[in-house]
């Protein structure tokens, strides 16, 4: 079975580690205004936030007006560090980061699938799926189920390649929420995991970024030549 996933939380005595994933005892270590080596933190705070100013606030029970704090894992004996109430170490996940044109609903949907992949591929793969529900309407579809949604866009000119990315999103993501016949545990179950994730980010290449920049280079088109193309019905095809 697996145990719920806690996510690590500014302040709280026990998460699932960043560094090792186990769910485990946090010691905290603060540094608060006033403290030895609060120049060095200050600094270090400037280039990780550009900010000057520090706010005088509590998390937790914590004061995040603090600039510095550091987590230790009973587990691992591994640090975390905080800035200003935030993890900013370590990186958590070995997913790659969302595509920059991915529509900001959905990147925090990745976000929180990569946030817990190393603890549950399964939960990890059934937020993707989540995302892609969700992604679907942004591509032109009416709102529908995901199976629906697809047949639609490729009843509308989806290219082969889009669209097994998406129905594998779809029915693995599936498998995740009513296990089925594939293993979504242990190394493979990862990989699978993994291959999702790029799955998504290559969609919105696709269906987003290029169409947006063929789109901008067709903008170029004066209106009058846009309008033959329209009514071009095949004879314009090589501009002559
Ligand atoms: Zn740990």
Same mark, same amino acid.
């Given at each position: 079975?697996?145990?719920?996933?806690?996510?690590?939380?500014?302040?709280?005595?026990?998460?699932?580690?960043?560094?090792?994933?186990?769910?485990?005892?946090?010691?905290?270590?603060?540094?608060?205004?006033?403290?030895?080596?609060? /120049?060095?933190?200050?600094?270090?705070?400037?280039?990780?936030?550009?900010?000057?100013?520090?706010?005088?606030?509590?998390?937790?029970?914590?004061?995040?007006?603090?600039?510095?704090?550091?987590?230790?894992?009973?587990?691992?004996?591994?640090?975390?560090?905080?800035?200003?109430?935030?993890?900013?170490?370590?990186?958590?996940?070995?997913?790659?980061?969302?595509?920059?044109?991915?529509?900001?609903?959905?990147?925090?949907?990745?976000?929180?699938?990569?946030?817990?992949?190393?603890?549950?591929?399964?939960?990890?793969?059934?937020?993707?799926?989540?995302?892609?529900?969700?992604?679907?309407?942004?591509?032109?579809?009416?709102?529908?189920?995901?199976?629906?949604?697809?047949?639609?866009?490729?009843?509308?000119?989806?290219?082969?390649?889009?669209?097994?990315?998406?129905?594998?999103?779809?029915?693995?993501?599936?498998?995740?929420?009513?296990?089925?016949?594939?293993? /979504?545990?242990?190394?493979?179950?990862?990989?699978?995991? /993994?291959?999702?994730?790029?799955?998504?980010?290559?969609?919105?290449?696709?269906?987003?970024?290029?169409?947006?920049?063929?789109?901008?280079?067709?903008?170029?088109?004066?209106?009058?030549?846009?309008?033959?193309?329209?009514?071009?019905?095949?004879?314009?095809?090589?501009?002559?």
């Amino acid at each position: 079975m697996e145990q719920k996933y806690v996510p690590s939380e500014y302040g709280k005595p026990r998460f699932n580690c960043p560094s090792c994933a186990a769910f485990s005892a946090q010691d905290w270590y603060e540094y608060v205004e006033g403290d030895y080596g609060q /120049l060095q933190f200050e600094r270090y705070l400037r280039e990780v936030t550009g900010e000057e100013k520090h706010f005088n606030h509590i998390v937790n029970g914590f004061y995040s007006n603090n600039v510095f704090a550091m987590s230790m894992c009973a587990s691992c004996e591994k640090p975390s560090f905080w800035v200003k109430g935030q993890l900013v170490y370590p990186q958590t996940s070995p997913v790659p980061s969302p595509h920059s044109d991915m529509p900001e609903e959905i990147k925090k949907l990745y976000e929180e699938a990569s946030s817990i992949v190393m603890v549950s591929h399964r939960a990890s793969v059934a937020i993707l799926r989540l995302a892609v529900e969700k992604l679907l309407p942004e591509l032109g579809a009416k709102k529908d189920t995901i199976d629906k949604m697809i047949g639609e866009l490729v009843s509308k000119g989806l290219p082969e390649s889009i669209q097994k990315a998406l129905d594998s999103l779809r029915v693995i993501g599936n498998n995740a929420v009513h296990p089925g016949k594939i293993d /979504l545990e242990g190394e493979d179950g990862f990989e699978v995991a /993994l291959s999702l994730f790029n799955l998504l980010n290559f969609v919105v290449e696709k269906m987003i970024t290029e169409k947006n920049k063929i789109n901008e280079i067709y903008s170029l088109i004066p209106k009058g030549m846009k309008k033959r193309i329209e009514s071009r019905d095949g004879v314009f095809l090589d501009g002559k």
